[in-house]
């Protein structure tokens, strides 16, 4: 004698493996974009610390060249043209605080 199942279960099972497979989805995927903003985050961090090396590099270099008077007014004249520069504003994501944001935008 041959059983055969009634289109009712199959559909309702293979109904609730697709809505196991939709939540177990979505977790990776949230868990994908929690550690995708913490890498954001390192990834500015370690950003900024290259950023203040290259600039001690130069600082030293005009120091030991002799020409430190020199960088002080290269740095008013930069400091002067970034005032009016746009600003690179973050996406916000979890995981960004106030400090990750440019200096005009942080309070006071």
């Known amino acids: 004698m041959v059983r055969t199942v009634p289109e009712v279960a ?14 177990a989805v979505h977790a990776r995927v949230e868990s994908l974009r929690e550690r995708a903003a913490r890498v954001a985050v390192e990834l500015g961090e370690a950003e900024l610390a290259l950023e203040h090396v290259a600039i001690t590099r130069a600082t030293l270099a005009a120091a030991i060249s002799g020409n430190g008077l020199d960088l002080v007014a290269q740095d008013a004249d930069a400091a002067e043209h970034a005032a009016f520069a746009p600003a690179v504003v973050p996406m916000w994501r ?6 990750h944001l440019p200096d005009g935008y942080q309070p006071a």
């Open 10 to 23: 199959v559909v309702v099972s293979i109904d609730g493996s697709l809505d196991a497979h939709e939540v």
């Open 94 to 99: 979890a995981g960004l605080a106030v400090k």
